[in-house]
């Protein structure tokens, strides 16, 4: 069965540092999304993209953030300037429709830890 | 305010046994329901999506009920496995809108030997 694929599946930065999370959805999807989960605590919707573009996002998701699917495969996540609270697993997940009554498929995630 | 609460928070039963986790929400207008399960250090696999119309659904031996004039949800898995040992996940959208999606926190589900 088609995965969501995701890299790498640890990342340890430096605070103040940039990260780009990679992301791989299944192939005949069209929606995309990053969700993050801070340790012990829910799952919080980041942002969604469908035709090179951002069609929601959260709160959480402000200047620090950024999408972008570079070519056919990938969809990346960069955050500038990292801060210790940005500490957290960060899914990227897809599904074939945009509308909230479709499944969407998760990757097993980023860990990412902020020094 | 929208919220959805689950319970228990952590459940440990026997291998075989069934049992039931309840989830209650609060999030207006109602869109649908759905419940992932998320085992440790992966990621949320999606086992079912229930609209208003629909009161049950199964998927395997998981069934999953909604009652949206009391705004609850109960997840029955039936005769457990140890690979049923995961984190279930709540999860009500209050819009056609991921962003509205409510993530309730989790019923941690332990199944011993």
């Known amino acids: 069965e088609p995965e969501v694929t995701q890299t790498p599946s640890h990342q340890v930065t430096q605070m103040g540092q940039e990260v780009i999370l990679r992301c791989v959805p299944i192939?005949?999807?069209?929606?995309f999304y990053w969700y993050r989960q801070i340790l012990g605590q829910k799952v919080e919707f980041l942002v969604s993209f469908y035709n090179n573009e951002i069609s929601e996002k959260s709160e959480i998701f402000d200047d620090q953030f950024s999408v972008e699917r570079p070519d056919g495969s990938n969809f990346t996540l960069k955050i500038r300037s990292t801060k210790l609270e940005d500490s957290a697993m960060y899914f990227c997940?897809?599904?074939?429709?945009?509308?909230?009554?479709?499944?969407?498929?998760f990757g097993d995630g980023t860990r990412l830890s902020i020094l | 305010k929208n919220q959805v609460e689950q319970s228990p928070q952590s459940l440990i039963i026997l291998e075989g046994k069934n049992c039931t986790l309840q989830c209650n929400y609060t999030v207006s207008p109602f869109s649908n329901l759905r419940w992932y399960k998320q085992d440790t250090g992966r990621g949320p696999v999606s086992l079912t999506i229930?609209?208003?119309s629909e009161n049950t659904k199964s998927n395997g031996r998981y069934t999953a009920t909604l009652d949206a004039d009391t705004k609850q949800s109960s997840l029955h898995i039936t005769a457990s496995q140890l690979s049923d040992s995961a984190s279930y996940i709540c999860v009500v959208s209050a819009y056609d809108s991921n962003y509205q999606l409510i993530w309730g926190a989790g019923t941690k589900l332990i199944i011993k030997p």
């Open positions: 997940a897809s599904s074939r429709q945009g509308s909230s009554n479709q499944p969407q498929h």
């Open positions: 229930m609209t208003f």
């Open positions: 192939s005949n999807h069209l929606y």
